[in-house]
């Protein structure tokens, strides 16, 4: 097999996750960082062993022996260094969300069709081995017709008025941008319908917040106490709730928030059926709750031979050892470098067009926030 060669944009919480994931690939070689500073990147490529760094995107972007890039900057970054890679002929990975806005994501898949490259918007979360029995179980019928979904994202770092990263600055929209649409991608990909229509509310709770002079790490606030800070307004959200209609028929009611004190990374999601229901805690993702109206309910343990259909190909542990969170980049990658080695292989990973997805059912929560009544979500 062809050890192929990628550069990891960012070095930050994600480029981290990124730069180990491709790693324990064995067929993929990280072979280049750039940081917001050369500082920055030398010392990141320093860390983790990586031949070259730079502060300059485009410098590596001119290496034609560069297959893909990882895209793990700020979110405004996203388009420009995403459209600058696969002019140059890369294959991009790009964390989500895809793009600052719906029409710079319609020129990112538009450019990525035309110059027929692998593309991907990091929708890890399906890569659960749990999260791909649901697929399959609602695609089985199992559960009959998929009635409602509910179900939360909550996570508590951005409680304090004092709690900073770069996101809160990030564009229109931070909650729902950051964690709402994994929660929506999720949705969609496990029942295989589509949200229609929205009616949102969202709200932020610290109008100031105290940003530090200095860079602080994602993840990191609860931790550090920056000893100079500036006030600074903010507008972007804390907390957003939402009703939706999902396919032809079925229902649902979800929140999101990062002011839920407790609350890690706690993304929940119910799907009721007129069979049987499913119920998911990221926080617990070897388990799936699986409930009837006549017989006992049951705690489903992972096991890659236990479960429905393929979903087992999304496990590489035997039952009892789990597998989570940086699995599913390992998964997600395997997956898209598979198509890079060969381009005839079937997308098993959610797409650019899946980004711009999610960026479509964004503009509808925020124009339902605004002008409070719900919204058609374009398709």
Not at 71 to 80: G, I
Not at 159 to 186: K, Q, V
Request: hydrophobic share 35%; proline share 4%.
């Amino acid at each position: 097999m062809k050890k192929l060669s990628t550069v990891v944009l960012g070095t930050g919480f994600m480029g981290r996750v990124h730069t180990e994931a491709i790693r324990r690939l064995g067929n993929v070689e990280v072979t280049g960082v750039v940081g917001s500073t050369p500082d920055n990147a030398k010392r990141f490529a320093e860390e983790n062993c990586i031949g070259r760094s730079t502060a300059d995107f485009r410098e590596l972007l001119s290496d034609p022996s560069i297959d893909a890039v990882h895209v793990c900057t700020p979110n405004s970054l996203h388009y420009e260094m995403s459209m600058a890679a696969m002019r140059a002929g890369k294959h991009v990975l790009c964390e989500k969300p895809l793009a600052s806005t719906e029409v710079q994501a319609d020129e990112m898949v538009t450019l990525a069709k035309e110059a027929k490259l692998a593309n991907c918007t990091l929708y890890n979360l399906r890569s659960y081995p749990q999260v791909q029995n649901m697929r399959r179980l609602c695609e089985s019928g199992e559960l009959g017709e998929v009635l409602v979904v509910q179900g939360t994202y909550s996570q508590d770092w951005l409680l304090y008025d004092t709690d900073w990263n770069w996101r809160i600055e990030s564009g229109p929209s931070r909650t729902f941008a950051d964690i709402g649409t994994h929660w929506c991608d999720m949705v969609e990909h496990v029942t295989g319908q589509r949200i229609s229509a929205v009616c949102a509310d969202l709200q932020t709770f610290h109008n100031t917040r105290k940003k530090p002079k200095g860079p602080v790490e994602t993840f990191a606030g609860k931790t550090m106490s920056p000893s100079e800070y500036q006030t600074v307004q903010i507008h972007t959200e804390d907390f957003g709730a939402m009703t939706f209609r999902l396919g032809p028929r079925a229902r649902g009611a979800m929140t999101v928030s990062q002011v839920a004190a407790g609350r890690k990374n706690r993304l929940f999601v119910e799907v009721y059926g007129s069979k049987a229901s499913l119920a998911w805690n990221a926080e617990a993702p070897d388990e799936l709750w699986l409930g009837r109206r006549n017989s006992a309910n049951q705690i489903v343990v992972k096991d890659p031979t236990l479960v429905c259909g393929d979903a087992s190909r999304f496990a590489d542990l035997p039952g009892g050892h789990s597998e989570g969170y940086d699995d599913t980049f390992k998964q997600t990658f395997r997956r898209f470098y598979h198509s890079i080695a060969n381009r005839s292989a079937p997308i098993e990973y959610p797409t650019f067009e899946d980004g711009r997805r999610q960026m479509r059912v964004l503009a509808a929560v925020l124009e339902s926030s605004k002008k409070l009544v719900w919204v058609a979500v374009k398709d």
